[in-house]
């Protein structure tokens, strides 16, 4: 019989994080350990809270919001290590994560709106064996990413058509990947040894856009301007922080124009809610092919589902 993961995933700003600890919370007391379990663990499934140090614009959860359960997979990296965290590195640590969890007795709950890295864990990818090529990133590394953009389409048409082509990062290694092979091949699965269930959160598009404004107000009176600042103060370097995209590249060009003071305006605010908008519509277009995610609207459809899951 195989072990059971469930994954909570949806677009930025749709609440997945609060879903999964309220999920943790219900079948760590009561739920749980009638149906067998000690309890759950959260494995955090974000390209950029696996750093440190990416806190408010990443909108990495809280020791106050965690509520007591333990969550895995943040602030594994450096912001400024030279080595770029990959996909390959995030499938091995989330493994290694999600065997300790379930010898613990416990329920592994994915969490995170990085498509591929909760996809490279369920469906247990066999990634393409293509060492990285220094020679090859240096060179790609200055340019623009709009050109990065048009080598991928040029080099791979496919790939092309299904990548987040503000994401320098995954641009930068789809194209090492197809100049050493000739494409990016499909991912081929492997057997893995669970069963999962993945619960996506189905928000109306005037709510989710709400969600997304409303959080960036926060975030901006938070601090993430200056949480940028000292990012750079603490040697993370502008095209760097820029890779990290949205709100980073965001507070990196305003930081740039504006060094002294770094003010935001309304224009300005709008133009990031836009991009913030655009990438959760990339981020459902991910999703919407895979046919087995059970899309809910509110808490007790996830909690019914779970509890039935974790039944069988």
């Known amino acids: 019989m195989k072990d059971k993961i469930i994954a909570i995933i949806g677009p930025t700003a749709s609440g997945k994080s609060d879903l999964a600890v309220r999920l ?3 079948f760590s007391a009561r739920g ?6 000690k309890g759950a663990e959260i494995i955090s499934a974000d390209s950029r809270q696996v750093y440190r140090g990416l806190n408010i614009g990443s909108g990495k959860i809280t020791k106050r919001e965690m509520r007591g359960i333990p969550h895995h997979l943040l602030d594994v990296v450096k912001a400024n290590s030279p080595k770029r965290f990959s996909v390959s590195d995030y499938q091995k640590l989330g493994q290694k994560a999600i065997g300790e969890i379930i010898k613990r007795g416990k329920l592994p709950i994915i969490c995170g709106g990085t498509g591929f890295y909760v996809d490279a864990l369920l469906k247990n990818y066999a990634l393409p064996a293509v060492p990285p090529n220094p020679k090859l990133r240096g060179q790609l590394e200055k340019l623009p990413t709009e050109k990065l953009a048009q080598k991928l389409k040029i080099l791979d048409p496919k790939r092309f058509k299904n990548i ?4 320098r990062p995954r641009l930068i290694r789809a194209i090492e990947i197809a100049t050493k092979l000739g494409q990016v091949p499909p991912l081929d699965t492997k057997n893995n040894s669970w069963n999962s269930l993945q619960i996506g959160i189905n928000l109306s ?3 989710l856009r709400q969600n997304i404004h409303k959080r960036l107000l926060k975030r901006l009176r938070a601090g993430l301007i200056n949480e940028v600042k000292k990012l750079h103060e603490n040697g993370v370097s502008w095209k760097r922080l820029e890779a990290f995209g949205l709100e980073y590249r965001f507070g990196a060009k305003l930081l740039q124009q504006k060094p002294r003071h ?3 305006n309304r224009e300005e ?3 990031l809610e836009r991009e913030i908008w ?10 919407k092919r895979d046919k087995n995610i059970k899309w809910v609207e509110s808490y007790e459809e996830a909690e019914r589902l779970t509890r039935d899951f974790i039944r069988k």
């Open 24 to 26: 943790a919370k219900r």
């Open 32 to 37: 749980g350990p009638a149906l067998g379990w």
């Open 164 to 167: 987040d082509r503000n994401n």
């Open 205 to 207: 598009e005037d709510k």
């Open 262 to 264: 770094g003010g935001v």
């Open 269 to 271: 605010i709008t133009n």
């Open 278 to 287: 655009h990438y959760a519509k990339r981020q459902m277009t991910w999703w």
